[in-house]
């Protein structure tokens, strides 16, 4: 069954797997950004994007990331749109897989040019052994430039593949016959 599938999806299952997602997010500057000439006034708004990474261990896996932020300034409505692209290691809990630490390094090219370290937590529900929903939240704290924004993501996840198959136990030896002297 569909939800007996879910219960099934162990961090096991996913080792060596590339997934796929594709995310919606809520884009929050740093008011920095929001009460600046220098970024346009750039508001609050959406943006989306899609990601491609791979299961490296049952723990751990890495991810590229590129995401469209449909921004506007708040000053006179016009675009402040921009791209973000960047590379992130996850690290999914031991004792509690569905959630994961997420770290990376992004760069933005949204009225200015600049690179992000970005720190977050995520949470992903997987419905088979390659759907997924997740949501997700992110702090892009500014490098080469002083800010603090945050990213609220909601997406779906494809594993490809399958998982690798499990071993079956070995049986136990047949007994042998005691050897009677003659």
Same mark, same amino acid.
């Given at each position: 069954?569909?939800?007996?599938?879910?219960?099934?999806?162990?961090?096991?299952?996913?080792?060596?797997?590339?997934?796929?997602?594709?995310?919606?997010?809520?884009?929050?500057?740093?008011?920095?950004?929001?009460?600046?000439?220098?970024?346009?006034?750039?508001?609050?708004?959406?943006?989306? *994007? %899609?990601?491609?990474?791979?299961?490296?261990?049952?723990?751990? #896996?890495?991810? $590229? /990331?590129?995401? +469209?932020?449909?921004?506007?300034?708040?000053?006179?409505?016009?675009?402040?749109?921009?791209?973000?692209?960047?590379?992130?290691?996850?690290?999914?809990?031991?004792?509690?897989?569905?959630?994961?630490?997420?770290?990376?390094?992004?760069?933005?090219?949204?009225?200015?040019?600049?690179?992000?370290?970005?720190? *977050? %937590?995520?949470?992903?529900?997987?419905?088979?052994?390659?759907? #997924?929903?997740? $949501? /997700?939240?992110? +702090?892009?704290?500014?490098?080469?430039?002083?800010?603090?924004?945050?990213?609220?993501?909601?997406?779906?996840?494809?594993?490809?593949?399958?998982?690798?198959?499990?071993?079956?136990?070995?049986?136990?030896?047949?007994?042998?016959?005691?050897?009677?002297?003659?």
């Amino acid at each position: 069954s569909f939800a007996a599938d879910a219960d099934t999806v162990t961090a096991a299952d996913l080792k060596e797997r590339v997934f796929g997602s594709l995310f919606g997010e809520y884009y929050m500057p740093d008011t920095k950004k929001t009460e600046s000439p220098d970024w346009n006034y750039m508001e609050k708004d959406w943006g989306y *994007g %899609v990601e491609l990474g791979y299961y490296l261990t049952e723990q751990w #896996a890495i991810r $590229a /990331e590129y995401a +469209r932020m449909e921004l506007q300034s708040k000053l006179d409505g016009s675009d402040v749109n921009g791209n973000r692209y960047g590379l992130d290691v996850m690290y999914h809990l031991p004792q509690l897989s569905s959630v994961y630490l997420v770290g990376g390094l992004k760069r933005f090219d949204a009225a200015q040019n600049t690179t992000a370290f970005n720190v *977050g %937590v995520g949470y992903k529900h997987f419905f088979n052994q390659n759907f #997924a929903l997740y $949501a /997700e939240a992110n +702090r892009y704290q500014g490098i080469d430039e002083s800010y603090g924004d945050a990213g609220i993501k909601l997406g779906m996840t494809y594993a490809f593949g399958s998982p690798a198959e499990k071993a079956a136990p070995t049986p136990a030896p047949a007994p042998v016959a005691p050897v009677q002297a003659a």
